[in-house]
């Protein structure tokens, strides 16, 4: 059975930074483009970036550009993201997905930037 | 970039009910229009890919359609478990825009 497994968030002070990984199992994943997606306390749900099944493009909502990058390692099934200068409305349940023909989430992992 | 334009964003009827939700793309999107369903506290859920296919589990009364630009879900006899925030995505291409969202409750 397919499973995401998202890891890294907790509280991080603005300006900072944070790590976040995806583990994924139970199916092929060099085999999919991978995904996060997140979503504000209340809020809708807010693609972030996206990367290829090689890991060779790569793409970024214009609300992350320059901040955020996305990265994978096929060897070791895991997606990354790389979220650097951290602001308050960075605040938000962070999802890994797998996408085919519309997306497959993992549970979120949650990132809280504030002083 | 192409825009998802969502509506109702809310939506009260009674069980029973036939139900349904809009979303309008700003530019041709051919079908690739995904719906999620996510219940409160829980992660969102596939219901309907390619504008019109039902995802495998997803209960008969949830479909889909499209017109040109135009994609719609809908619910053809309203459950109670049907209660849950709605969205739609584009996925042709980057960015993979989500609709607003539509909050579906019981009257």
């Known amino acids: 059975e397919m499973s995401l497994v998202e890891s890294g968030g907790g509280l991080v002070q603005p300006g900072g930074s944070l790590r976040l990984s995806c583990a994924a199992s139970?199916?092929?994943?060099?085999?999919?483009?991978m995904h996060w997606v997140r979503q504000a306390p209340g809020k809708g749900l807010e693609w972030v970036s996206r990367?290829?099944?090689?890991?060779?493009?790569?793409t970024y909502a214009d609300s992350v550009k320059g901040r955020f990058t996305i990265s994978r390692d096929n060897g070791k099934n895991t997606v990354y993201l790389q979220m650097n200068s951290l602001r308050a409305e960075d605040t938000a349940v962070y999802y890994c997905?797998?996408?085919?023909?519309?997306?497959?989430w993992g549970q979120g992992t949650l990132v809280t930037v504030s002083s | 970039d192409s825009q998802m334009t969502q509506s109702p964003s809310s939506l009260s009827a009674s069980v029973g009910d036939r139900v349904t939700i809009t979303c309008r793309a700003s530019?041709?999107?051919?079908?690739?229009v995904a719906w999620y369903q996510q219940k409160p506290g829980k992660v969102p859920k596939l219901l309907i890919y390619?504008?019109?296919t039902l995802q495998s589990g997803v209960p008969s009364r949830f479909g889909g359609s499209r017109s040109g630009t135009e994609f719609t879900l809908t619910i053809s006899s309203l459950q109670p478990e049907d209660v849950a925030t709605y969205y739609c995505?584009?996925?042709?291409?980057?960015?993979?825009?989500f609709g607003q969202g539509t909050k579906l409750e019981i009257k």
């Open positions: 997905a797998r996408a085919l023909s519309g997306f497959d």
């Open positions: 139970g199916f092929t994943f060099s085999d999919y483009w």
């Open positions: 990367v290829n099944d090689d890991g060779s493009s790569t």
């Open positions: 530019q041709d999107i051919n079908k690739y």
């Open positions: 390619a504008a019109s």
């Open positions: 995505q584009k996925y042709n291409s980057s960015p993979y825009t």
